[in-house]
């Protein structure tokens, strides 16, 4: 039987299903996934457990984590897979499919008595353990037809068990030229005003589309989409006192709009150069525009082929593009957060 905790989220109770579907699957079993409200039924009941179950071995298993690790081991009659969070656990459960199961000959899964997978994320970064994250965006922070949970936004806010809010909306514009594409620079005013310590504002492709004029450096007008960025940055900076603002550009593609003949690098030079403009310690730009910096190359075809929910679109990344480019923008903020609070990357 496999046992994942009744509160579980869906991280976890996913973790469980894959590792039902994979067992029965090979073995041509039911294997039944159930919650750990279930009862042992005696002494020398054997059970896989996923995740902070109620029973004592979880338990012991969980006090031995630092952030960051995950194990899988033998507990008597008891096969814990646990990470410090939800996230980690599911990738403890991800680890023992691909090391034991998949390999495992179709007769019978054998464990020897002192099997024990112990690891620790190489590209964990203490600096956003548990952190409070806002993320105002389009459909890159949205997901578009994978949706949100499987964005890397939300994967990043899971492995470091972070409060996070991601405010991504398919078709958002940072400008409000065009009012019925759900302008950020109206929106972003319904954001939690919690004490964040990261605040994530994404957009331009959408604005490309509808021919957004960029307006000037120091442009306050909402149509215009520097002007709408400076708004926008001009509340967070006194709504978060506390918070890293960081400023993402859209992806680099072949796309145009003929009628302005601006482009996607032109947009994300524009936001850009604003924060340039301001130079100020608390706002960073990560230029996404650059594959070198985000792992992505919208340009490519053998790219979009394998990494976007279709071979034509240059936007939108599927579910194994956003795992692809998690680390890279998960370095990079924690990087920048890091450097913003004075400590080492790994501190």
């Not at 960073?284 to 525009?289: E, F, G, Q």
Request: aromatic share 10%; net charge negative.
């Amino acid at each position: 039987m496999i046992v994942c905790p009744k509160k579980s989220q869906a991280f976890v109770k996913d973790a469980g299903k894959t590792l039902c579907d994979a067992i029965s699957k090979k073995y041509n079993v039911d294997f039944v996934l159930r919650d750990d409200t279930a009862e042992e039924s005696g002494d020398g009941v054997c059970e896989i457990l996923i995740g902070a179950t109620n029973r004592k071995e979880s338990r012991e298993v969980l006090e031995t984590l630092e952030p960051g690790e995950y194990k899988v081991c033998l507990m008597g009659n008891k096969l814990v897979m646990i990470g410090s969070n939800d996230y980690l656990t599911s990738i403890a459960v991800e680890s023992f499919i691909h090391s034991v199961v998949d390999p495992a000959d179709n007769t019978h899964l054998a464990i020897s008595a002192d099997y024990f997978l112990h690891q620790t994320q190489a590209d964990f970064y203490s600096v956003l353990d548990g952190i409070t994250l806002y993320a105002m965006g389009d459909s890159y922070f949205g997901g578009s037809i994978i949706g949100k949970r499987n964005t890397w936004v939300n994967l990043l806010g899971e492995k470091y068990a972070m409060h996070y809010v991601n405010y991504g909306i398919g078709g958002s514009t940072m400008a409000n030229y065009i009012t019925s594409n759900y302008p950020m620079v109206e929106r972003f005013t319904t954001m939690e005003k919690g004490d964040a310590d990261v605040i994530l504002l994404e957009g331009g492709r959408n604005d490309r589309t509808f021919a957004t004029p960029l307006g000037r450096i120091d442009s306050r007008e909402p149509q215009t989409f520097r002007g709408a960025i400076n708004i926008m940055l001009d509340s967070m900076l006194d709504t978060y006192p506390n918070a890293l603002i960081i400023l993402i550009t859209p992806w680099n593609s072949a796309g145009r709009v003929a009628e302005t003949g601006l482009g996607n690098v032109d947009y994300a030079n524009a936001m850009r150069s604003i924060v340039k403009y301001r130079n100020d310690d608390r706002i960073v730009c990560l230029y996404a525009a650059d594959p070198k910096v985000t792992g992505v190359n919208m340009i490519d075809k053998n790219f979009r082929a394998q990494y976007c929910i279709g071979p034509s679109d240059e936007s939108h990344l599927n579910e194994e593009g956003m795992r692809l480019v998690l680390p890279y923008m998960e370095r990079f903020i924690a990087a920048e957060l890091a450097k913003f609070k004075g400590v080492s990357l790994d501190g």
